[in-house]
Every structure is written in C-alpha cells, then in structure tokens.
C-alpha cells in the first residue's frame, strides 16, 4: 500500500482517478484506488494532504493561531477560532494519520522548485518532523521524499546540485527523487522504490510466486536484480518493432503485456537468460508511441515538432536504459536521433545505439557500427563513448548481443565505486595531470566522493572553486573515469566543493 502526501503538490496527477487541480485542498479526504506500476500492484491513498492547519489543528495546539495568522485574523489569543473549520481539519489529519499507519511506502511530494532557495525548504522540514512525530511507534513503512514539478531538465536549469539533496537526506528519508507528477518524469525511479517494498512485503508475509503458465516465473521470482526498464527509440521505419520482437520471440519468456508506468504507456516484462550462469534478469520494454498529444504538454520539449522525437522523449523518461535504433544511411545521423541521444544523456539515462539494418550494408557489421560511432563522438561528445551495436532485426544478426550490453550499461550507471577505491584512483589521476595554479595558489584536490549512482554522480573537494578548477580539468577527470570505470553513454556528473 502506498500513500501519497503533500500539499497542492501535484499527487493528482500520479493516478488517474484523484480530481487534478491548481487549487490548495482539492483533495479534501482519503481517496483509495488500485494503482499499477511496473507490474506491482498497489493499494494507493491520495490524501489531503498536510499543512500548517492539519498539523497542528488536533495535535499540538500550534495550529488555530498560525492559521489564524495565515487568514488574517488578529493576532489575538482570545480570537475564537472557527470550529466548524476545525472540525474539518481534524478530520483531515485523522484521515492522514489512518493512511499512514496503514500504508507500507509514504510518498511524500514537497514542490522540488522550492529547493532552489537553498537548504530544506521550512514546510518540508515541519512536515518531516510530525510525521515522525506521528507515526505509529515501531512503524515499519518507508517514507521517500519525492520532489515534485521537476519536469524535463528543470533541475539542473535551476542550478540544482547534489549538495541541496545530500542536505535534504539529512531529514533522516534519505535523498529526495526528483520526479514529476504530471509530466511522468522519475516514475522508474518511483516504480523501483514499489518493486523493493513488494519484494520485501512478501519476504515479510512469508510469500512465494506461484508457478504459473511461465515455466521461468520461479526464476524471475528468486532473481534478486532489479528489473530493467529499457526504451526502444528512433525514427519511424528503422525496425524498432522488429527489433522488439526479436529479443522477445528470441527469448520466448514473456509475462505478459502489462499495463505500464503510467496509464499513457505499456510495458513488455520478460525474463532474460534464465539459465544462464549468472542468473536470470527481468526486463520490462516501456513502450509510449502514440501519445503524441500528451508529449506536446512537455514544456521543455515544446519546440519539437517531429513525434518520433516527442515519443522518444516522454518513452525514455520511463526507463534506465534507452537504446537508440538507427538505420544504414543512419552513416549520417538525423537530426532527430541527434536531438534523442542528447535528450537522453541530459535526462541522465543510459544510452545504447543499434545500428540496424546491417543485412543491406556493403561492408562489414563492424565498419558500420565504427563509422555510427564516429558520427555520435563528433556531433555529441558529451554522450560519452557510446557503445554500438550493428544489428540486423530482420535476420536475427547480432541480436543476442544487445540485452547483454543492456544490462552491462545498467550496470555502469547503477555502480557505486567505494571511496577507499575512488580515492586510490583520484590521487594516481591527478598526479599524472596536476591541475593549474589558481588565483596564485597552487591548487590542492583532497579527494572525491560519489554522491550518487543513476547517472554517477560525484564531488571532488580541494581549495578551489568549480570555476577556477575549469570546465577543461572536470573533463580530464571526467574522460579518465570513463575509460577506468567504463560508463559509457550515460553523464558523469562531477562537482567541485572548495573546503577552505
Ligand atoms: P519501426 O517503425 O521503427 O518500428 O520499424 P519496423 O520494425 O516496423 O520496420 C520497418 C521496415 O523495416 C519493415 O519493413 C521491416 O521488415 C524492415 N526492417 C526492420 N529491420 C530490418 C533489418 O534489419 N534489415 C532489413 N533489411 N529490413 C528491416
């Protein structure tokens, strides 16, 4: 069971049932449906939602005069409040309460574009604190911190950081993820908090899949992987759907068509090399084509007219790993796939290319995806390295490469390197190329943390500012990472901190 919280937040949009509205309050009681999310079914309640009022109207007093406060009233201690309006905020809060103490994961939405401001924004830090007051001694359900309303790039638009979400992790719920509601941004990362609560409930209620009509669903039951969420991109005509049928048919595990992340997609779940050595993997393809309409409302993408492009973007915000189908005179890319590819590294996404086609190719397979590859490493550095793959869909060449490469490139973004590792790799990196004297001062970088996975993302610390350390050392560092660690196509993120 999960729980949705927050104030005017945008909850609404996250399911399709609750009435969706600008206005603060729309929400005004528990509303229960059936949600579905990457194949885990869910009990969700929408409630109304916590603020200054609700929290304080029946538990701590505070709150009939800073609402008072708030709706002008005088500050007057003998101001008599409205009881009919605290009656209903009582019952406002009962009604959170009651969900919270029966709800497994507590999404608790805050507006992300508050955080800009710096440090946790005050409601968020109040709310925090009753819920913690509030719920229910021993309680064992999960409360992740969603930042809402941070469609597209708005982030780092912002001038978002790591050191604001490592700031808000202090709250105590670890490090908020940066979704948005209504534009389906982050609900992968949303559907990998559910797909560990569901494992976890049933490990509590003693539960084990039931063998059903897939022969390898005990396998994909005790894989202890997360799934991966790919996205098949790319112009119309290049063979994404021929594709997509042969890593299914290749791999004949299909659990069926599923209602996918959000009510606009579906997803294809299979199971990969069940009895492979390593262990079977689970895959879910997120398919969106065809919601062009709903891909217009992205504000950030709202100068794209072509769909192929709009379908690509609002797909892979839905996945980890998106692959980018091309075609053979794809030798030179579209702008189109160009506009694709920077999307996805920028979204913070995992990228794979499948140059298709290869069957109508003069020379060999590996001259096609050489000469693919040069075309993304000249028009899109920043892509980092991408790996492709040269394919042909329609004669099963060189497909049963792609999911392995999937999963070694989910892999890359997913890794957490240790510090002490890290660290050993830093001090070799920066004595083989000392960064420049700055600001007269000889510039000393102590050492680097990784600050998070999915894209990595780290933090060097020394006695320099980011700018005065440049863009050009960051990318030294950055190149370097890359080849020793091999995360290929996906962002590494790397900020400076000056200690002094
Ligand atoms: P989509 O629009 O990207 O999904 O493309 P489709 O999968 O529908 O394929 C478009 C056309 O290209 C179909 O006629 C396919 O048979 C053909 N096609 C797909 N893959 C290949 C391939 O590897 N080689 C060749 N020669 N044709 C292919």
Known sequence: MTEKRGRNRGKGGMVGRAIVSDVAGTTRDRRETIGNLAGVQFKIFDTAGVDDDVMGSSFTGRGKYRG?????????????????????????????????????????????????????????????????????????????????????????????????????????????????????????????????????????LGITDVEGEDPYSWAASTSSLEPITMAILGRQNVGKSTLLNALVSENRVITGSVPGLTRDSIAVDFTYGPSRPSGPRSFSIVDTAGIRRASRRSSSFDSIEDDSVLDALRSMKLAHVCVLVLEAEALHLTKQELTIADGVIREGRALVVVANKSDTMEGTPDEYAMGVKDQVDRFLPHVGDVIVIATSSLYGSNISHVLPVVEGVFESWNRRVTTGELNKWFRDVVAS????????????????????????????????????????????????????????????????????
């Open 433 to 500: 190329n000392p960064p420049r004297m700055a600001r007269g001062r000889v510039t000393k970088l102590k050492y680097i943390v990784q600050a998070k996975a999915r894209p990595p993302t780290f933090r060097i610390f020394g006695n320099v500012d980011e700018k005065d350390l440049g863009e050009a050392y960051v990318r030294f560092v950055r190149n370097q990472m890359r080849a020793d660690f091999g995360m290929e196509g996906m962002a590494i993120r790397i900020g400076v901190t000056n200690t002094n």
């Open 68 to 204: 008072a406060k708030r709706r002008g009233v005088p500050k007057n201690p003998t101001a008599v409040p409205d009881i009919r309006e605290d009656i209903v905020l009582k019952g406002m809060a009962e009604q959170t309460l009651a969900a919270i103490d029966l709800a497994d994961v507590i999404l608790f939405l805050f507006d992300g574009r508050s955080l800009i401001k710096g440090g946790s924004p005050n409601d968020v830090v109040e709310m925090a604190r009753w819920l913690r007051r509030h719920r229910a001694p021993g309680a064992s359900s999960q409360v992740v911190l969603c930042a809402n309303k941070l469609e597209g790039d708005a982030w780092s638009q912002m001038g978002g950081g790591d050191d604001i979400l490592n700031e808000m992790g202090r709250l105590g719920f670890g490090e908020p993820l940066l979704i948005s509601s209504e534009h389906g941004d982050g609900m992968a990362d949303v559907a990998g908090v559910l797909v560990e609560a569901e494992r976890r409930k049933k490990e509590e």
